[in-house]
Every structure is written in C-alpha cells, then in structure tokens.
C-alpha cells in the first residue's frame, strides 16, 4: 500500500509541478452556454461570447479560457475585435519553445509525408497554414530554406522570436533564414508598425524549386510571401492541358501557370497582369526555365481592358484574380465581378477551349462561385461542361472543425 503511493507521488509530482509554474493569471470566463463550439473544437472565441476577463489581458496575451462553471477549455491568444481568442490549445499547457517545437514538427512532418521536402525537386511548400495547422494567426511559407513568417495575430507577433528559434531547431540542415514579413498582414488597430527584418540568418537565394522548375522569390518587396505555393497542383494540372494550345494566363503574377504551360507543349503563352513588377517577375521566371524561346509574351494591362480587345482568340484560358471579397458584406459585389470576368473569357475563348477559372475570396464558398461561372455561360450561351472542381493542395490543410479555412475554388471547365 505505501510503496503504491509512493510510486503514485513520484510519476504525478511532475506534472502536478509543472502545472503549478504555469498557472496563467490571464483567464476568460465565457458566458452560459457559450462553450459548446469550442467543445467541437472551432478554434476561435467571439468576444460576444465573453462574460468577463481576469488579470487585465491585453492583445497578443496568452489567456486560459474557462466555462460558466470555471471548468478549463482551451488556451489560446487574446486580440481585440470581433474574434477575441484565437485558440492554441484545448489542453491546459504553457505556450514555451517547447509548445512551439511541438506544433512546427508536427507540421514539417506533414509536409515530409508529402514529399514536399525532396530538396532537388521541390523546395517551395507552405509549412503552416494558420488553423489548419493548429496554429492561428501564422504562416510559414519555405523558399529554399528561407522560411518567410507571416503573423495574423498580435498574439503571433509577440512569439515570433521564440517561433523562429523553435524552427531553427526543429530544421536546422534545411533552415537558414527566417524573414518576418507582416507590414500588412497584422491587425491595422494594434498599431504595431512591424518592420519587414531578417530574425534569422540573411538574405540568400532566392531561386525556389517547384516540380523541378525554377521561380525566382522576391519575398522582401513581392506581393503576400511572394509566391502563390496555393496553386501549384492545379498549374501542373494546366500543364497536361497545355500540349498544342495557345494559352492565355490572366493574373499572372510571377507567372507560375506560365511556365508550367510552357513545359506541357503550348504553341504560344500570353502573361497579362496590371502590375509592371509582375510582368517582369514573370519574364524572369520565363528565361529562367526557357532561355530564349519565343512562344512567351507579357503585357503590363488591365484585365478587363485586354479581354475587351485582345488580338488573338485563346484554347486554354487562366482567371485567377485577387480576392474580390475580402469581407462578407463585398459578396454581392463580388461574386458580380466573377460572373463579368468569366462571361468575358467565354466570349473570346475558342469553340472546344479550355477554362481555369479560380477564386481565392475566403467569403465566397464554392456553390456560390460555381453559380457565378454559371451565370456567366448562361449569359454568353456557350455550352459548358466541368471537368475538374479544384482547391487548395495538401500543404494548406483544412482543420475540419474550421471549415473556414478552405478559400481556393477552381473549376476546369470544357466550352463547345
Ligand atoms: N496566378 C498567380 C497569382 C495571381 S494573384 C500565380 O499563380 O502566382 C493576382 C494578380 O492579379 C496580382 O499579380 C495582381 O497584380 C493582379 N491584378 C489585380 N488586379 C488586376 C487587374 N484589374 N487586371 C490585371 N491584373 C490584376
């Protein structure tokens, strides 16, 4: 009997230790009946949701958030607006390198599974996508091993040195610089002024790999990491496409679908997006794999403006534009802007053409845009057929209990 409860005393000493130095003085107690999403493990708290606060937490705190009847719930970081904790953890443990470590691991190993990792024929994947990995508010995108950090969160931000170093140890062959980049990405209200720096390691080759072909990355001045990793299964779809097709890629920017239908065999590609950097970044992209062929062209234009009097008719067209819904109250807005877009393409494309045509507007699911791309045939009375409904590939997992994180739809559509 007393050697039992000695032995009981020796393995629960530890953690009742360990749980006694971390006591989190920052609680949440959250109203009535206001638990049960998080009970289904949806890893956000609204703040209408909050009976009260203790130990005055500010933005980017670590908060223990409990029940009506004070029964622990989750841990996560505090932030002000209408998401008030963004959850790290529904079990009761300190946010430390250690916690970091964990998490990161879990993702790289992810990725390993995937064969994302093979250095000589990929080394561009996204190792954190925010809730899909458990992890609000980050992500992580690797170029090379340069990891480009984007923080969401004030909560994030606040971490990021000890996330770097956590990286570091959890890749330290593969890892040689960390970037922060989150100038624009941090709540404007937090008033942070984030400088875009090097927390580990310096500037170095920027030439990532992605199915063996060569991008080069401006992580420092490009638009969001730098490169759109989201598509890459859907480029090396384009590319079986590509084969005797003249092919037309609107919102090019660093020419990713470009240059895999270059690969594929297409008879003449078109770049066309508003920005004058792109364009170039999409040239570069172009010699880089295709050193003076000529089937390339790139124009610095509008959309609309080239669709509405573009020279040539197309086989193979691509729509990938920017988000038109960055909130929910755009939608109408928006999903008009889809339906305009597309009814153009199906004007100019050739009879048995080819349509990618995406949305990365997280506020508009993909009933509603696949009813904008109807709308769109309908009004030019084209008949259209789907081939293949697309998202987002494996490296930006989505965390079944968050279905909000599934932002990218495509279809491949066949036009008669
Ligand atoms: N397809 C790209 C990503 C596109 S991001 C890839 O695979 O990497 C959206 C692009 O649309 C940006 O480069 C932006 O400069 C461009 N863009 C935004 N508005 C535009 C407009 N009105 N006309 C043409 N391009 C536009």
Same mark, same amino acid.
């Not at 999403?37 to 009976?51: C, D, M, N």
């Not at 045939?377 to 998202?391: E, F, N, P, S, Y």
């Given at each position: 009997?007393?050697?039992?409860?000695?032995?009981?005393?020796?393995?629960?000493?530890?953690?009742?230790?360990?749980?006694?130095?971390?006591?989190?003085?920052?609680?949440?107690?959250?109203?009535?009946?206001?638990?049960?999403?998080?009970?289904?493990?949806?890893?956000?708290?609204?703040?209408?949701?909050?009976?009260?606060?203790?130990?005055?937490?500010?933005?980017?705190?670590?908060?223990?958030?409990?029940?009506?009847?004070?029964?622990?719930?989750?841990?996560?970081?505090?932030?002000?607006?209408?998401?008030?904790?963004?959850?790290?953890?529904?079990?009761?443990?300190?946010?430390?390198?250690?916690?970091? *470590?964990?998490? @990161? +691991?879990?993702?790289? #190993?992810?990725?390993? $599974?995937?064969?994302?990792?093979?250095?000589?024929?990929? &080394? /561009?994947?996204?190792?954190?996508?925010?809730?899909?990995?458990?992890?609000?508010?980050?992500?992580?995108?690797?170029?090379?091993?340069?990891?480009?950090?984007?923080?969401?969160?004030?909560?994030?931000?606040?971490?990021?040195?000890?996330?770097?170093?956590?990286?570091?140890?959890?890749?330290?062959?593969?890892?040689?610089?960390?970037?922060?980049?989150?100038?624009?990405?941090?709540?404007? *209200?937090?008033? @942070? +002024?984030?400088?875009? #720096?090097?927390?580990? $390691?310096?500037?170095?080759?920027?030439?990532?790999?992605? &199915? /063996?072909?060569?991008f080069?990355?401006?992580?420092?001045?490009?638009?969001?990491?730098?490169?759109?990793?989201?598509?890459?299964?859907?480029?090396?779809?384009?590319?079986?496409?590509?084969?005797?097709?003249?092919?037309?890629n609107?919102?090019c920017y660093t020419g990713g679908f470009s240059v895999?239908?270059?690969?594929?065999?297409?008879?003449?590609v078109?770049s066309?997006d508003?920005?004058? *950097?792109a364009i170039?970044l999409t040239n570069e992209n172009i010699?880089?794999?295709?050193?003076?062929?000529?089937?390339h062209?790139a124009?610095?234009?509008?959309?609309?403006?080239?669709?509405?009097?573009?020279?040539?008719?197309?086989?193979?067209?691509?729509?990938?534009?920017?988000?038109?819904?960055?909130?929910?109250?755009?939608?109408?807005?928006?999903?008009?802007?889809?339906?305009?877009?597309?009814?153009?393409?199906?004007?100019?494309?050739?009879?048995?053409?080819?349509?990618?045509?995406?949305?990365?507007?997280?506020?508009?699911?993909?009933?509603?845009?696949?009813?904008?791309?109807?709308?769109?045939?309908?009004?030019?009375?084209?008949?259209?057929?789907?081939?293949?409904?697309?998202?987002?590939?494996?490296?930006?997992?989505?965390?079944?209990?968050?279905?909000?994180?599934?932002?990218?739809?495509?279809?491949?559509?066949?036009?008669?």
């Open positions: 009997m007393c050697l039992l409860d000695q032995s009981f005393t020796f393995y629960l000493l530890p953690f009742t230790l360990h749980l006694f130095f971390y006591m989190n003085k920052k609680k949440i107690f959250l109203k009535p009946k206001k638990e049960e999403s998080l009970k289904r493990f949806h890893p956000w708290v609204f703040s209408g949701a909050i009976a009260k606060a203790e130990g005055a937490p500010e933005e980017g705190d670590v908060v223990d958030v409990f029940d009506s009847g004070k029964n622990f719930l989750a841990v996560g970081h505090c932030q002000i607006g209408t998401i008030a904790v963004r959850i790290l953890s529904f079990d009761q443990e300190p946010i430390d390198k250690e916690f970091w *470590k964990k998490r @990161l +691991k879990a993702a790289y #190993q992810l990725r390993t $599974g995937l064969g994302l990792t093979k250095r000589e024929t990929n &080394n /561009s994947y996204r190792l954190v996508h925010g809730e899909g990995d458990f992890l609000p508010g980050l992500i992580i995108d690797m170029y090379d091993g340069t990891a480009v950090f984007q923080a969401h969160s004030v909560g994030m931000h606040v971490s990021r040195q000890e996330i770097a170093a956590a990286l570091k140890e959890i890749m330290p062959e593969e890892l040689h610089a960390v970037f922060y980049k989150s100038d624009n990405t941090l709540p404007y *209200k937090a008033d @942070l +002024k984030s400088e875009n #720096q090097y927390l580990l $390691g310096k500037k170095a080759g920027n030439i990532a790999i992605e &199915n /063996s072909l060569k080069r990355i401006d992580w420092e001045k490009g638009q969001k990491t730098g490169f759109f990793i989201d598509q890459r299964e859907n480029r090396a779809l384009l590319e079986k496409y590509a084969a005797g097709r003249s092919v037309l609107m919102f895999y239908a270059m690969r594929g065999g297409a008879t003449l078109h066309v508003s920005s004058a *950097k170039e010699t880089l794999n295709f050193p003076n062929d000529k089937r062209k124009f610095a234009e509008d959309a609309f403006k080239y669709l509405d009097t573009m020279p040539d008719d197309y086989d193979l067209i691509v729509l990938d534009p920017p988000a038109f819904a960055k909130h929910k109250d755009a939608l109408r807005n928006a999903l008009n802007g889809y339906r305009k877009l597309n009814a153009k393409a199906f004007e100019k494309i050739k009879p048995g053409g080819i349509l990618f045509t995406f949305s990365c507007s997280q506020a508009v699911d993909k009933q509603q845009f696949r009813l904008a791309v109807f709308s769109a045939a309908a009004q030019v009375g084209r008949k259209v057929r789907i081939l293949h409904q697309l998202t987002q590939p494996a490296d930006h997992p989505v965390n079944i209990y968050h279905p909000e994180g599934e932002y990218l739809k495509g279809l491949v559509v066949y036009v008669e």
